[in-house]
Every structure is written in C-alpha cells, then in structure tokens.
Nanobody
Framework: QVQLVESGGGLVQHGGSLRLSCAASGRTFGNYAMGWFRQAPGKERELVAGISWTSAMTTYANSVKGRFTISTDNAKNTLYLKMNSLKSEDTAAYYC??????????????????WGQGTQVTVSS
C-alpha cells in the first residue's frame, strides 16, 4: 500500500508559478511509476505528466510541454510538479498517483493503483 498526500496548490495570477508536492509513504517509492493528473469541473481527468520508476523517462500533455516539469526525490519519497507560465486553463484539481504498472511511464489513469486526495490550483486572469 502507498499513501499519497499532495500540497502546494493555491491561487496564482496568470503567468505565475507553483510547485506541487506529493509525499508518499508505505512501500518503496522507487518501485512505482508516478503521475500527475488534473480534473477541471465538467471535464474528464487527464494526465498532465508522468515519470518512470527510475525517473529516466517522462511524458507531458501537449498543453503543458515546456511549462511544467515532473521530478522525484526518492530519498524524500516525494514527487514534484513545477508549473511555470500558468494559464487560466490550468485551473483544476491536481492529483498525484502511483502505478505498479511500470517500469516505464504509465499514461492511462485506469492503470494507476493509488491516488492522493487532490490539491486545487486556480489561475486568475
């Protein structure tokens, strides 16, 4: 079992930055593919960024490429999402997730086994 707790969300102006954190506890963090998803009201949950077991591979949604960076600190059992140049369309609840379906990047939400409770990001225009 893995428990995931997100933090770092909040209200930010258009063009601003935030860094989300996801603290993991339970089994060894490095044995999971990890991902950040987001869900806006009335929309389906979508993958924002994913990272492989060894952090050697990453993937990003086209809408965030060049603006967001996913990373891990295995010593701290923490997953991060650095978000720059935020836009109003980035407003959503953001969730971190862990998948036993590695070792590569996992892009499908259904393949993720553990989820955090979410943290809200609101970008004002």
């Amino acid at each position: 079992q893995v428990q995931l707790v997100e933090s770092g969300g909040g209200l930010v102006q258009h063009g601003g930055s935030l860094r989300l954190s996801c603290a993991a506890s339970g089994r060894t963090f490095g044995n999971y593919a990890m991902g950040w998803f987001r869900q806006a009201p009335g929309k389906e949950r979508e993958l924002v960024a994913g990272i492989s077991w060894t952090s050697a591979m990453t993937t990003y949604a086209n809408s965030v490429k060049g603006r967001f960076t996913i990373s891990t600190d295995n010593a701290k059992n923490t997953l991060y999402l650095k978000m720059n140049s935020l836009k109003s369309e980035d407003t959503a609840a953001y969730y971190c997730a862990a998948s036993e379906g590695g070792p590569g990047v996992v892009v499908t939400a259904a393949r993720y086994d553990y989820w955090g409770q979410g943290t809200q990001v609101t970008v004002s225009s």
